[in-house]
């Protein structure tokens, strides 16, 4: 029969004394640090983009403080920083991933924010943003409850209501900064009436299409209005470049006829002025001017005819006056002639 194992008794270990701390002293030292907590919660500072608001007893104390290290009472003030120098950003339609140098959006899971319904009842696809800043702090934290996500259901609203007023082709082409300005002038008012405390900066539309499903075929439309704009523009061209020309050149056969015209009046002006000149004289000195009129012509066609060839009308033939390298032979004189020169 085996023996059973014999397991030591409990050992007994002896706790050193604590010394006694006197009741004043702990007394002093809870106060030291509710002193020192106090101290710390006294004073706090306001970044340069901030304002402060300071709520005494649940109550605005009426001030809003500036940038800066500013002091309160210790666990009865509330101290609310509000970013009112910084501008602000919304998206809508779309999110970005990453920015950075090249960012990064992602769409998925936004189209109920983007899709919207047009003036003429088609579907546009509608991508924008807003940036903001909070020009009253009081308002933005104490008048509406959430006074972001009241921001942006306005601005949806206000952009839808703006986009049902317009055509599809007005919100994707000519009609995009109207809408963008028409949306914030809208919002601002919304914002102005529920006293939310926001200025809106600016409203851009970033990226309007068709929706995905009607997109091919919408393109195909946009590529048949390029076309005919394209052709206009061609007919055009060729249109501004005959027109002028054909007035140029009609202009120049004008010009070129109301020359020749005045040309034609003044020689003939001449001509009869001459005329009548002539006639005068010829009024004074009738045979003096028959003559003088005869030399004159004949000197001006002589010089332009080639040998010269005199007839006499009682020449028999031409052979005595052609010269054939000797003195031609004259003609015999008649009696009458031979009498006639005595």
């Known amino acids: 029969m085996s023996s059973r194992p014999q397991w030591p008794g409990p050992t007994q270990i002896t706790l050193p004394k604590l010394p006694k ?8 030292v809870i106060l030291a640090i509710a002193a020192l907590v106090a101290l710390s919660q006294m004073f706090y500072t306001v970044q340069p983009e901030e304002e402060a608001i300071v709520l005494r007893l649940g109550r605005w104390t009426g001030e809003t403080h ?6 309160k009472l210790p666990f009865i003030d509330r101290v609310f920083r509000v970013p009112t120098q910084r501008q602000l950003k919304e998206e809508f339609g779309f999110r970005t991933r ?3 140098v090249r960012t990064e959006y992602i769409k998925q899971g936004h189209s109920d924010e983007s899709l919207m319904l047009t003036g003429d009842l088609n579907v546009g696809d509608v991508e924008w943003i807003v940036q903001f800043k909070i020009r009253d702090a009081y308002q933005f934290l104490f008048k509406v409850q959430d006074p972001i996500g009241t921001f942006r259901d306005m601005t949806e609203a206000s952009m839808r209501h703006v986009v049902g007023d317009h055509s599809v082709d007005e919100v994707l082409t000519i009609g995009r900064t109207k809408i963008a300005a028409d949306a914030k002038d809208y919002l601002q008012e919304l914002c102005n009436r529920y006293e939310i405390g926001i200025g809106v900066e600016q409203l851009v539309l970033q990226d309007v299409n068709p929706p995905d499903a009607v997109k091919p075929s919408f393109n195909e439309v946009n590529e048949a209005i390029q076309e005919r704009e394209r052709l206009i523009n061609e007919a055009w061209a060729t249109y501004n470049k005959a027109v002028p020309r054909a007035r140029g050149e009609a202009e120049q056969q004008i010009r070129r006829a109301e020359g020749y015209e005045l040309e ?3 020689n003939a002006e001449g001509e009869a002025s001459r ?3 002539v006639y005068d004289e010829y009024r004074k000195a009738p045979a003096v001017t028959r003559q003088r009129l005869y030399l004159e012509t004949i000197e001006a066609i002589l010089p332009r005819l080639g040998d010269k060839i005199v007839v006499d009308e009682r020449l028999e033939t031409l052979l005595p006056l052609m010269n054939l390298g000797g003195a031609p032979r004259l003609p015999a004189k008649s009696p009458a002639e031979q009498g006639g020169g005595r």
């Open 275 to 277: 005329f009548l000149a």
């Open 98 to 100: 990453e920015p950075g």
């Open 66 to 71: 500036p940038p800066g290290l500013h002091w």
């Open 21 to 28: 701390i006197p009741g004043q002293l702990i007394l002093w």
């Open 264 to 266: 034609r009046v003044n």
